[in-house]
């Protein structure tokens, strides 16, 4: 399957918490930002990305615990100027405000 099919597939199927943040982001609702979801960066496909702060936001459940794949992912992303900030699914679940503003912060500290 090639990677935009893949990246659609990964919109069709989100996680409840990837659909919660989705709800936050979506349509420049937190603050003005633009995020795109399920966006193909170059080999990759990062969960949520604000192009023009070249911030990733990644909703990672169990699998990704010490997944090596994910620091080799998240090198190559930051070799190529890419911030990334992960959150357990349980944490956007619960704790969704803090999460959104940690993410706000992080966009305020780029622009700022």
Do not use: C
């Amino acid at each position: 399957m090639d990677q935009l099919n893949f990246a659609k597939q990964l919109r069709q199927n989100m996680t409840d918490a990837e659909h919660r943040l989705w709800r936050h982001l979506r349509d420049r609702r937190l603050d003005g930002h633009k995020f795109r979801r399920q966006r193909p960066i170059g080999p990759y496909i990062v969960d949520f990305v604000n192009i023009e702060a070249r911030l990733v936001v990644e909703a990672d459940g169990g699998q990704h615990n010490s997944d090596a794949n994910d620091q080799e992912r998240d090198h190559w992303l930051q070799q190529r100027g890419y911030r990334i900030m992960r959150f357990w699914n349980n944490e956007i679940l619960q704790n969704t405000e803090e999460v959104l503003a940690a993410i706000l912060q992080a966009l305020n500290d780029e622009s700022g």
